[in-house]
């Protein structure tokens, strides 16, 4: 069952830039690794504890919470992109048995899918909870699954121009494209999440106490040779930009000649970011937390 409001942001991630993801998912959890590292210091996951893990994407953070869970764990995955759950379940599979928590996966709209109520320790997500049509509602369905004092813990970006990594390349871009519509404050995306204190109201709207927003600051990897050839950092971080990164949605309809304009046009962007083989540029964060509170019959 998905929300009518979501359908937009279900049929994008099953389609062409799903299948990219998916493609691509090695390149983006390294990209991604010290955001992901720091999220789950802050989820704390405790041998036996059972998690969800919204929007899990292609499973990178759904494995390291199954293996700090161990065997006794449990963890929960959904998301609404069958290429990335497809290649979740296949990274899974290549686990040993009986070493991590048992995984449940499941391709379901997290806001509306029916949860098993009070079963759960945690609620995380890395980067998947901002492309709710309506994130009261869909918090307030995921607050029943937890159990009373259970926490929610995620990863959301901040305003775009506190993250080079997304900004600068696409800056290169837009003299190749046409103009984008500016999205609306607070409307489903990539920085749907990034007014912290709209956020720390719809999550005390859902029924969570003491919530809060820690900022995180981290440098992103686009991409390192293995040799620590910068020519070769270069194009793999300008392939990464058109492929999966900040510009992917801006180039998807675009033209083969407007490609490549763009690929020189990145590159020239990168240029100032390498250096001894790799391409880094900065990004920002929140970490948001909050508990579970008690929630009246209406709700």
């Known amino acids: 069952m998905a929300e009518p409001g979501n359908a937009d942001q279900i049929a994008f991630w099953n389609g062409q830039v799903g299948e990219k993801w998916a493609g691509n998912h090695n390149q983006l959890d390294h990209a991604f690794a010290p955001l992901t ?26 494995l390291a919470l199954a293996r700090s869970l161990g065997a006794d764990g449990r963890v929960l995955a959904v998301d609404v992109s069958s290429p990335m759950l497809a290649q979740a ?16 996966w499941v ?34 369905n995921l607050r029943r699954a937890l159990k009373p004092g259970g926490r929610v813990v995620m990863l959301c970006w901040r305003p775009m121009d506190q993250n080079p990594w997304f900004s600068v390349p696409r800056a290169s871009v837009l003299p ?14 990539p920085f749907g999440f990034a007014d912290s204190d709209r956020v720390l109201s719809i999550l005390t ?7 809060r927003a820690e900022k995180l600051d981290a440098d992103l990897t686009l991409a390192q040779s293995p040799t620590g050839s910068d020519v070769d950092a270069l194009a793999a971080a ?6 999966t990164g900040p510009v992917g949605s801006l180039l998807r309809e ?46």
């Open 205 to 211: 709207e859902a029924g969570f106490s003491d919530a």
């Open 254 to 299: 675009a033209s083969e000649e407007t490609i490549a304009a763009a690929r020189v046009a990145i590159k020239a962007a990168l240029r100032p970011h390498l250096g001894d083989g790799r391409v880094v540029l900065g990004a920002g964060c929140w970490i948001y937390t909050a508990t579970a509170a008690e929630l009246t019959p209406s709700r």
């Open 107 to 140: 391709l379901e709209d997290a806001s509306v899918y029916a949860l098993p109520k009070a079963e759960f320790d945690v609620i995380t997500s890395r980067f998947g909870v901002m492309f709710f049509a309506d994130p009261v509602a869909a918090f307030t």
């Open 37 to 62: 590292a720091s999220l789950l210091r802050h989820v704390g996951a405790q041998p036996g504890e059972a998690v969800i893990d919204v929007g899990c994407g292609c499973g990178d953070l759904t």
């Open 176 to 189: 190749l494209v046409p103009t984008p519509e500016p999205m609306p404050p607070g409307a489903p995306g």
């Open 238 to 243: 300008t392939q990464f930009s058109v492929q």
């Open 89 to 104: 379940r296949a990274r899974a599979a290549l686990q040993t048995p009986g070493t991590i928590a048992p995984i449940e």
